[in-house]
């Protein structure tokens, strides 16, 4: 039997990934509930996302990591948003979502630990946090094996097919 090896390619994104990032975010919105989107995806025209991700590159505190195969098919995506606001500009707000097929891979623990490589870097970076659905233990045990910790629940964060959810608060010092 001839068994096929793909080859998995994490780098940051580029403006002519916009089209493939909205579709990603389309697919992967239809296949969990546990994002903040659902099948419509982020809804941003591909110009819009292009040019986004243009200015990303020139950010410091704020990156987009793309995970692909043979750096043809978008299978991941993690994502680190801040402000350059002086008093906050250290705080990273983190994303992370891996397509359904490749979950369970490892591909979500790569990806995390690329971001905290990232951060480390950056020289800006100093806490990386998040909201995760309460019920959401693939993503908790994730971020718990990274040493994320849990700083508190925010009562109904989320609306979710037609029921309030609870989030969970976790964050990650960078030292
Ligand atoms: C959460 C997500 C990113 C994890 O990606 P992944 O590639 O499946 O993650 P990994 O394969 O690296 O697994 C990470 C950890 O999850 C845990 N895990 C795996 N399968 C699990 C399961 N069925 N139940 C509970 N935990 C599980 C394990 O602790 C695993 O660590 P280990 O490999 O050391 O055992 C992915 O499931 C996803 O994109 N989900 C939908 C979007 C989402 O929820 N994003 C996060 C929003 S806050």
Redesign the pocket.
Known sequence: MKTEKLEIIIREAIPSDAKDILEFSEQ?GA??D??VYGPEGLELSEAFEAMYLEGLIEKENAIMLVATIDNEELI?IASVGSNDKPKTQHVGEV????AKD?????????LMEEVEIWAKESGIIRRLE????AD????I??YE?MGYQREGVLSRAMFINDAFADGVMMSLLID
Do not use: D, Q
């Not at 994303?95 to 891996?98: F, N």
């Not at 369970?104 to 623990?109: A, D, V």
């Not at 959401?136 to 993503?139: L, S």
């Open positions: 992967t296949e969990t546990f994002l991941g994303g992370i979502t891996v490749f979950w369970g891979y490892g591909l979500g623990t790569a998040l909201t995760v659905h959401n233990e693939r993503a045990a994730l094996k």
